[in-house]
Antibody, heavy 116, light 110 residues
Framework: EVQLLESGGGLVQFGTSLKLSCTPS????????LGWVRQAPGKGLEWVSS???????YYADSVKGRSTISRDNSNNILWLQVNSLRANDTAIYFC??????????WGQGALVTVSS | QSMLTQPPSASGTPGQRVTISCSGS????????VSWYQQLPGTAPKLHIY???QRPSGVPDRFSGSKSGTSASLAISGLQSEDEADYYC???????????FGGGTKLTVL
């Protein structure tokens, strides 16, 4: 079973940037697509961004134009950078490994709090 | 507002069968596989159903999924107290070129 670990969360200022990372424990990402899903306090799940094994990227409208998802297949690292942070970016950010049409494995999440 | 519509809550007594619905459109459920996730309080979501009706290893066979047209359902039979959780449906949307999640259903075991 793949275990994923996010890092880079914390308290950040409104209007600044944040870069989250995700690494697998005890295995590699392989060729699978990877994604980020967030959950605002007390709210449901919201897909943020995904990247295929070959680097094709997809973004939700809520972050399009101010976010970049990237991966380093050699070093097994996934990143998500979000710029111009807003209050409604406050959420737990989960990284997840996609397999053939579903999110197979999830990390425990990294809390991002945007303060003014 | 979610692209997929789920009832906000559902409930049942131990041993009962409950069903949670997920309504979408031709650009998502109508043409792609649906997956379901269980989220216990304070934890990460966990895959419970994929490809509309397949169970990952370790998920009890009390959980089943189905799809018809632009709607999908998750059924839980023989309800147990440990099934109390939030449940989310998800599917790729061909028009949006992204994933969409349902708003989530809070299941209460009475």
């Amino acid at each position: 079973e793949v275990q994923l670990l996010e890092s880079g969360g914390g308290l950040v200022q409104f209007g600044t940037s944040l870069k989250l990372s995700c690494t697998p424990s005890g295995s590699s990402f392989g060729i699978y697509a990877l994604g980020w899903v967030r959950q605002a306090p007390g709210k449901g799940l919201e897909w943020v961004s995904s990247i295929s094994g070959t680097g094709t990227t997809y973004y939700a409208d809520s972050v399009k134009g101010r976010s970049t998802i990237s991966r380093d297949n050699s070093n097994n690292i996934l990143w998500l950078q979000v710029n111009s942070l807003r209050a409604n970016d406050t959420a737990i950010y989960f990284c997840a490994q996609e397999r053939s049409g579903h999110f197979e494995y999830w990390g425990q999440g990294a809390l991002v709090t945007v303060s003014s | 507002q979610s692209m997929l519509t789920q009832p906000p809550s559902a409930s049942g007594t131990p041993g009962q069968r409950v069903t949670i619905s997920c309504s979408g459109s031709s650009s998502n459920i109508g043409g792609n596989f649906v997956s379901w996730y269980q989220q216990l309080p304070g934890t990460a979501p966990k895959l419970h159903i994929y490809d509309n009706n397949q169970r990952p290893s370790g998920v009890p066979d009390r959980f089943s999924g189905s799809k018809s047209g632009t709607s999908a359902s998750l059924a839980i039979s023989g309800l147990q107290s440990e099934d109390e959780a939030d449940y989310y449906c998800a599917v790729w949307d061909d028009r949006l070129k992204g994933w969409v999640f349902g708003g989530g259903t809070k299941l209460t075991v009475l």
